[in-house]
Nanobody, 125 residues
């Protein structure tokens, strides 16, 4: 079993930055591909960013490219999402997820085995 816990959310103004962290515990190591998703009120959960097991491959949804950066520190069993130039449309609950089945970047929710409880990010205009 793997436990995934997000942190770092909050209320910021448009143009500000936030860094989300995702700590994994349990059966861990560098064996998981990791991803960030988000869900706004009344909308479906959507892919934001993903990183492969080694950290050498990443992928982003188009609307966050150039603003968000996903990274991982396998020694600390932590994945980060650096979010710059935040916009009101980035407001959502952000979820971290771990995939045991896949080693590279994965963008679909069904590919992930373990999910965190989410952290709220609110961007005011």
């Amino acid at each position: 079993q793997v436990h995934v816990v997000e942190s770092g959310g909050g209320l910021v103004q448009a143009g500000d930055s936030l860094r989300l962290s995702c700590a994994a515990s349990g059966r861990t190591g560098s064996s998981y591909a990791m991803g960030w998703f988000r869900q706004a009120p009344g909308k479906e959960r959507e892919f934001v960013a993903a990183i492969g097991r080694s950290g050498g491959s990443t992928h982003y949804r188009d609307s966050v490219k150039g603003r968000f950066t996903i990274s991982r520190d396998n020694a600390k069993k932590t994945v980060y999402l650096q979010m710059n130039s935040l916009k009101p449309e980035d407001t959502a609950v952000y979820y971290c997820a771990a995939s045991w089945k896949y080693g590279g970047v994965v963008v679909t929710t069904g590919a992930y085995d373990y999910w965190g409880q989410g952290t709220q990010v609110t961007v005011s205009s």
